[in-house]
Structure formats: C-alpha cells, structure tokens
T-cell receptor, first 114, second 111 residues
Framework: DQQVKQNSPSLSVQEGRISILNCDYT??????FLWYKKYPAEGPTFLIS?????DKNEDGRFTVFLNKSAKHLSLHIVPSQPGDSAVYFC?????????????FGEGTQLTVNP | NAGVTQTPKFQVLKTGQSMTLQCAQD?????MYWYRQDPGMGLRLIYY???????DKGEVPNGYNVSRLNKREFSLRLESAAPSQTSVYFC??????????FGSGTRLTVV
C-alpha cells in the first residue's frame, strides 16, 4: 500500500522559472513530511520538511506547501537553476512506526534547462 | 567526516551467488536502514535496526538477511542472488525520521 505517491515521474522547466513538484498521501495521521534530493551516483540528501500543523515552510528558494484537506503537498523551487536537476522524493514517517522509519514516494526527475 | 560509508560501490553477481553489502556510520546514530531503489518504485525499505541488537523487516525483506554487528555497522546479505535483486541499495542512519543520512549506494547487477 503506497502511502505516499508522486504521480509525475519527470518534470522539465527552464532556468529561472518555477518548478512545482507534487506529492499525495493517504494517511491523515502523518506528523510531518520531508523532501529529499538525489543526484546521480549519490545518496539522497535532506532538503526541507514541514510539520502537519503548518501549511507552508520556506527555506531560501525552496517552499513546501501542505494542503491537509486534499492530502497533498508540493515543493516549489523559485527560481529554478540547472544545479537543481535531480530526483526529488517526498517522504513521511508512518504513525505506526512511532516516527522511526520513513516511507518514500516514487520520485520525480527534475530537469532544469539553461 | 565520512557519515555513512557503503562498500562495495558496484558489484556483478551470478544467479545463486551470495554476497554481503557493508555499511558503517560514524555519527553515533541509533537507527540504521537498508533501502533499495528501483525505477518507478522509489525507495523501499528492506530491513531496519532501531538500535544495536535489534532488527526488523521492512516492506521488501524476502531474499535478504541483516546483521547489526555493533552500533556503527549494519550489513545486508543476499544468500542466493536472483535477477529481481538487481537494484541500487542504500544504507542510511538516523536519529529519528528527520535525521536520515544516506550512503552513496551500491549498484548491484545479478545476471
């Protein structure tokens, strides 16, 4: 049962424009959500997170929005840069694990064209 | 400042062969994990260890075994490799869900 889903395998945007990556979830009991970024031949690295009690969290060019009624979160990157080209995973800790493990979405490959 | 170190980085196995993937972390984290990444399927948890001396199955444990050798080291063993185990394997460690640090991965091909 995929509790966290990313329905877009890929996204291509022009440098300087906004990138919007989407993630849907099924479990309304998630306490928080995270985004990880992965470059080829490297492990994923933490990018940004959001608590379930908030609807927005911003860190520089990266903003995550949470819509609890729609069970949807999105990552906005403004402005997009070629160095942002990577695979982005959303993740959340299933409540039954007491927050000790993460379940990941399928990932979205972002390509930012110069 | 190594973080999480995985060895080997690449491996080719024949069907039926066995091997152990090694993972070590130097951050004094209690929890360690093994994930596999396959195209279109994201990162799926194979096994995890919440603390030294404990291990538990994740989403896709079949065909694998693990050993939490000590607080630093968590190994993943394939006893009889199958082509379906061709994947990229990531080890991670954490202090809770927020603090995941991943290794750089092992790309395994089973022919």
């Amino acid at each position: 049962d995929q509790q966290v889903k990313q329905n877009s395998p890929s996204l291509s945007v022009q440098e300087g424009r906004i990138s919007i990556l989407n993630c849907d979830y099924t479990n309304s009991m998630f306490d928080y959500f995270l985004w990880y970024k992965k470059y080829p031949a490297e492990g994923p690295t933490f990018l940004i997170s959001i608590s379930s009690i908030k609807d927005k969290n911003e860190d520089g060019r990266f903003t995550v929005f949470l819509n609890k009624s729609a069970k949807h979160l999105s990552l906005h990157i403004v402005p997009s840069q070629p160095g942002d080209s990577a695979v982005y995973f959303c993740a959340a800790p299933p409540p039954e694990t007491s927050g000790s493990r993460l379940t990941f979405g399928e990932g979205t490959q972002l390509t930012v064209n110069p | 400042n190594a973080g999480v170190t995985q060895t080997p980085k690449f491996q080719v196995l024949k069907t039926g062969q066995s091997m152990t993937l090694q993972c070590a972390q130097d951050m004094n984290h209690n929890s360690m994990y093994w994930y596999r990444q396959d195209p279109g399927m994201g990162l799926r948890l194979i096994y995890y260890s919440a603390s030294e001396g404990t291990t538990d199955k994740g989403e896709v444990p079949n065909g694998y075994n693990v050993s939490r050798l000590n607080k630093r080291e968590f190994s993943l063993r394939l006893e009889s490799a199958a082509p379906s185990q061709t994947s990229v394997y990531f080890c991670a460690s954490s202090v809770g869900g927020h603090g995941y640090t991943f290794g750089s991965g092992t790309r395994l091909t089973v022919v």
